[in-house]
């Protein structure tokens, strides 16, 4: 973006939003460490369907999907590898072929941006107006996508609970029942809580957040790091469902993704100076099993109860 644009029709940024996208979104997405920690990111995309075919192997499953079954131990028999089993049989038992599956993953939603910059009124440098705007639309377009994260938590969520109101007791008996829900699943990895400030500010004053329970809750600076087994994420209002309150899950259980289709400058013929112009597809996946690692907490007041 450092070249001057003047002898080019038409300049393309896609590989710069897409860097820039990239890095607001793990700075400022909420919902960040539901899909992995990243945004699944690709520039100058012609396929208007598919995202993506990921490898089953990409996202892990955090959920026991069977009873455990005891494993075949090594044989001695004499006719087995040996003897009468030569040539038609081994002392490991039966061979399991290992087949990674490819999962073709479809875009949801899209995005676009229409901007224009008049060199008699931007008061500034083409190329720095471009920057600056660029940057400013991969913030906004980052808030739409951690939107569109919390909508896809609630409606993939595997259970749902339901919170009376925000007295102490009740909280306790919440996070119980879902702390005892996680070990009885046998999952596997971090457990996170997105809360409402309300339900969080509850928590930092909750009686059990004291030193004599060895809490590491600090009322000086309004920090809660864990509760019940759970790392709590204090989460604006805006980010929830209405009347829900909270979201748990293990952590990286999703995906969220992006194509850019375009991202580009082109001079206009309306006025004079350059419209910056862009357009992309997204979406988010989670594996039908980690489903059930999925919890969304309702209130019961504000759901009518």
Do not use: C
Request: no cysteine.
């Amino acid at each position: 973006m450092a070249q001057e644009n003047n002898n080019q029709a038409v300049r393309y940024y896609s590989k710069q939003l897409k860097g820039l996208m990239q890095a607001v979104y793990q700075k400022q997405a909420y919902f960040r460490e539901f899909f992995g920690g990243t945004l699944e990111a690709l520039d100058g995309v012609t396929n208007n369907q598919t995202a993506f075919s990921l490898k089953t192997s990409d996202i892990p499953m955090v959920i026991k999907t069977g009873d455990l079954k005891v494993a075949p131990a090594y044989s001695t028999d004499k006719n087995v590898a040996f003897g009468t089993g030569t040539g038609n049989s081994n002392r490991f038992g039966p061979r399991t072929e290992i087949i990674y599956e490819d999962t073709d993953v479809n875009y949801t939603w899209g995005w676009a941006f229409h901007e224009g910059i008049d060199q008699h009124t931007v008061n500034n440098n083409l190329n720095q107006a471009v920057a600056d705007r660029l940057d400013l639309q991969a913030q906004a377009k980052v808030q739409m996508f951690d939107d569109a994260g919390g909508l896809f938590i609630s409606k993939n969520a595997g259970t749902v609970e339901t919170l009376a109101d925000l007295a102490a007791d009740n909280i306790t008996a919440l996070f119980n029942r879902l702390a005892v829900a996680y070990v009885n699943m046998e999952a596997v990895g971090t457990k996170l809580a997105w809360v409402t400030p309300e339900l969080y500010n509850a928590l930092v004053d909750h009686p059990l957040t004291t030193s004599n329970k060895s809490s590491a809750a600090n009322i000086d600076t309004n920090g809660l790091l864990t509760f019940k087994g759970f790392t709590i994420r204090e989460t604006p209002d805006a980010k929830f469902q209405a009347g829900e309150v909270a979201y748990t899950s293990i952590a990286g259980v999703g995906r969220q993704f992006t194509g850019i289709n375009t991202a580009r400058t082109i001079p206009s013929e309306d006025f004079d100076g350059q419209a910056l112009q862009g357009a992309g597809k997204a979406g988010e996946f989670i594996l039908p099993a980690n489903k059930k690692a999925v919890a969304k907490v309702t209130l019961g007041a504000a759901a009518g109860e």
